[in-house]
């Protein structure tokens, strides 16, 4: 079964440093999300994508953050002057259309900011 | 009022118990209603969809009331392996997605 695949797993960066975050999502697919998930918390919507341009997003994301689709497969998240709050779970998520589809999540990316 | 709402938990079960999830959630105009589970430090993991005539799935049953803005998870039968935080999911129109806090179950032996 195809899947949506996240890089690092886990990524350790020092405060106020920038940090990219980057998912490949399902081949087909073309709504693409970010959330987070600070540790015992819910899970947070950050921000969704669709047609290179960002469809709807979240208070949590400000101008510290961006996405882009650099390319015809990857979905990175950027997040810059990184604060300690920063600190979470992040998770990819696609789906093929809107409505009612469900979302396949990536394994996460663990960032870790000192 | 939040927007997703569950009992908060923890559910401790024997095996074999049914158990039951509840989720209430503010906004009317919300379309589409999920269970995931999630287990600890991993990704949300589909469970399945709800829909308004309600649906199963083996062990799973799902409802969905409009009226009530109201949805349940029911597992029967519980397994050890069913122990997992459940997450109850609203996408309103457009594109955001809400994620209830999720029911921590513990299934014991």
């Known amino acids: 079964e195809p899947e949506v695949t996240q890089t690092p797993s886990h990524q350790v960066t020092q405060m106020g440093q920038e940090v990219i975050l980057r998912c490949v999502p399902i081949?087909?697919?073309?709504?693409f999300y970010w959330y987070r998930q600070i540790l015992g918390q819910k899970v947070e919507f950050l921000v969704s994508?669709?047609?290179?341009?960002?469809?709807?997003k979240s208070e949590i994301f400000d101008d510290q953050f961006s996405v882009e689709r650099p390319d015809g497969s990857n979905f990175t998240l950027k997040i810059r002057s990184t604060k300690l709050e920063d600190s979470a779970m992040y998770f990819c998520?696609?789906?093929?259309?809107?409505?009612?589809?469900?979302?396949?999540f990536g394994d996460g990316t663990r960032l870790s900011i000192l | 009022r939040k927007e997703v709402e569950q009992d908060p938990g923890p559910f401790n079960v024997p095996e074999g118990a049914t158990v039951a999830f509840n989720c209430t959630y503010s906004?009317?105009?919300?379309?589409?209603f999920f269970w995931y589970r999630q287990d600890c430090r991993k990704e949300p993991k589909l469970l399945m969809s709800v829909y308004s005539s309600g649906n199963e799935d083996g062990r799973f049953t799902a409802q969905l009331n409009r009226a009530s803005q109201y949805i349940s998870l029911l597992i029967r039968d519980s397994k050890l392996s069913d122990s997992a935080t459940y997450l109850c999911v609203v996408k309103t129109g457009g594109f955001k997605t809400i994620f209830g806090a999720g029911t921590r179950l513990f299934v014991k032996a």
């Open positions: 994508f669709y047609n290179n341009e960002i469809s709807e």
């Open positions: 081949s087909n697919h073309l709504y």
């Open positions: 906004n009317s105009a919300s379309q589409s």
């Open positions: 998520a696609s789906t093929p259309v809107e409505g009612n589809q469900p979302q396949h």
